[in-house]
């Protein structure tokens, strides 16, 4: 096939995989229709019949295109070669996810992009074999003054394997009472946002910043935050995660060792804890400002464009 071509086919496949999942997040955001004029020019065919069969349609897909595939955006990595369609990549992902062995160091493929930031302290020197381990330290914790109006330590929940990790602040009520990370309002927005992505939730890794639930939802304080992260960062040195999405400005700080707004540093990797972290809205956030949710649409879709590029280069190395 000429180049010319196969550079269009696959900005065209390109196209048309943004445009279905953008639509499938609009859908698991409750949306029920799109405005007919805003769909009506120079879309590709078969996106334009995906469209019109769908029950929705959506507001701006083609400026959605022109950031998919402007270079800022690109994925980090790539391979030569046609690219695959949606179906493959998302198979190739899913086969991966369960069948590759991972690396027991990754390197960095690009550099920090926020280089002024100070790096978290590493990790404390344990030498942690599985996430049972960790959970066996921590015990009945009594570290942090967090304990005394906890009903349970929310530990974390998902794969212990996971290629993305989701670190949130800090237990609300539900989680309190079920022991669980988000499993309230804002976690069914998440379990929507991972979906969206082309995932299941039992295929991440979910956790939070302090395990124990702050009186009446307060931020965690200082004090707490440092007392609790060396287990998360210990989490997240077990798992080995492609990609761990910090959910707001807590987890955001937390990770990156920086007291920078997330407004500042959301929707760009960064290297910490030997993996790449994204800072982006919290889920509770995009309940109150839902006009936010498509900034944070842009950032998940980096995460997933950055995990199925591993899983790509992985799958051909092997
Ligand atoms: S928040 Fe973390 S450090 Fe504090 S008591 Fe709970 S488990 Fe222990």
């Given at each position: 096939m000429h180049a010319t071509d196969r550079d269009l086919r696959s900005r065209a496949i390109e196209l048309i995989r943004d445009v279905r999942a953008y639509l499938r997040y609009l859908a698991e955001l409750g949306a029920t229709h799109v405005e007919e004029g805003s769909a009506s020019?120079?879309?590709l065919p078969e996106w334009r019949e995906r469209a019109h069969s769908s029950s929705m349609t959506v507001g701006d897909e083609e400026n959605a295109w022109e950031r998919s595939t402007s270079p800022r955006e690109a994925p980090e990595a790539t391979v030569e070669g046609e690219t695959p369609k949606e179906e493959e990549l998302m198979a190739g992902k899913r086969r991966s996810v369960h069948s590759v062995e991972r690396q027991p160091e990754r390197a960095a493929e690009q550099p920090a992009l926020f280089g002024d930031l100070p790096l978290p302290s590493t990790a404390p020197p344990i030498a942690d074999r599985t996430l049972d381990d960790i959970r066996a330290d921590i015990?009945?914790?009594?570290?942090?003054?967090?304990?005394?109006?906890?009903?349970?330590?929310?530990?974390g929940e998902g794969d212990p394997r996971a290629r993305i990790m989701f670190v949130g602040e800090g237990p609300g009520a539900e989680e309190d009472a079920q022991?669980?990370?988000?499993?309230?309002r804002a976690g069914q927005l998440l379990n929507r946002m991972i979906e969206a992505m082309g995932f299941r939730r039992e295929e991440v890794y979910i956790t939070n910043v302090v395990m124990c639930r702050p009186p009446s939802n307060r931020t965690p304080e200082p004090d707490e935050i440092a007392t609790c992260e060396p287990f998360l960062f210990r989490k997240i040195r077990v798992i080995k995660p492609d990609v761990v999405v910090a959910l707001g400005a807590i987890a955001a700080q937390s990770l990156l060792g920086t007291k920078a707004p997330i407004g500042q540093i959301r929707g760009r990797f960064f290297d910490a804890h030997g993996t790449k972290v994204l800072p982006t809205f919290h889920p509770a956030f995009l309940l109150r400002a839902p006009e936010r949710k498509r900034e944070a649409w842009e950032d998940l879709k980096k995460v997933r464009d950055y995990v199925l590029s591993r899983s790509r280069s992985e799958d051909a190395t092997r």
């Open positions: 020019r120079d879309l015990g009945e914790c009594t570290r942090c003054k967090l304990h005394r109006s906890r009903t349970t330590i929310v530990f022991g669980r990370p988000f499993v309230g």
